[in-house]
């Protein structure tokens, strides 16, 4: 089964730890790399360096969600986070934009692995039960 990927980050995030946490998240939960069909953001990230060549890296396509795109999920949150709302608008960017990805590929998601912290990144992974598996 695909799992989309949610990403969240400081400014300057570089793509290694991007890409560790990730790779740990996957692990952690016995899913291979190549289980990975995409990764999203904030569209307040649209340059990070590190987002881009992460995706690069894994060659998936790598989309971004405005604020209020990734509104609409805030019920569907394992956490809601003050301070992310003060910086984005939205009250949890990771897992919001894997679930704005996962629907945006394959319909009704939930979340697969909720958000996960690493240095200045933060991650969370969706699935779409009733796709492909």
Same mark, same amino acid.
């Given at each position: 089964?695909?799992?989309?990927?949610?990403?969240? *980050? +400081?400014?300057? *995030?570089?793509?290694?730890? @991007?890409?560790? @946490?990730?790779? $740990?998240?996957?692990?952690?939960?016995?899913?291979?790399?190549?289980?990975?069909? #995409? @990764?999203? =953001?904030?569209? &307040?990230? $649209?340059?990070?360096?590190?987002?881009?060549?992460?995706? +690069?890296?894994?060659?998936?396509?790598?989309? !971004? !969600?405005?604020?209020?795109?990734?509104?609409? !999920?805030?019920? +569907?949150? =394992?956490?809601?986070?003050?301070?992310?709302?003060?910086?984005? #608008?939205?009250? #949890?960017?990771?897992? =919001?934009?894997?679930?704005?990805?996962?629907?945006?590929?394959?319909?009704?998601?939930?979340?697969?692995?909720?958000?996960?912290?690493?240095?200045?990144?933060? @991650?969370? &992974?969706?699935?779409?039960? #009733? !796709?492909?598996?």
């Amino acid at each position: 089964m695909p799992v989309y990927v949610g990403l969240g *980050c +400081r400014r300057g *995030c570089p793509a290694d730890t @991007l890409g560790s @946490l990730l790779e $740990q998240t996957l692990k952690a939960h016995g899913l291979p790399l190549d289980a990975v069909a #995409g @990764l999203a =953001s904030i569209d &307040l990230k $649209q340059d990070e360096p590190g987002l881009q060549q992460l995706a +690069r890296r894994l060659k998936v396509p790598l989309l !971004f !969600f405005s604020a209020a795109q990734l509104a609409a !999920f805030e019920q +569907r949150l =394992s956490h809601r986070s003050a301070v992310a709302y003060q910086h984005s #608008g939205c009250y #949890g960017v990771a897992e =919001s934009a894997a679930l704005a990805l996962a629907e945006h590929f394959a319909g009704t998601a939930q979340l697969r692995v909720t958000r996960t912290l690493l240095a200045d990144a933060s @991650l969370a &992974l969706a699935s779409a039960p #009733g !796709f492909g598996g």
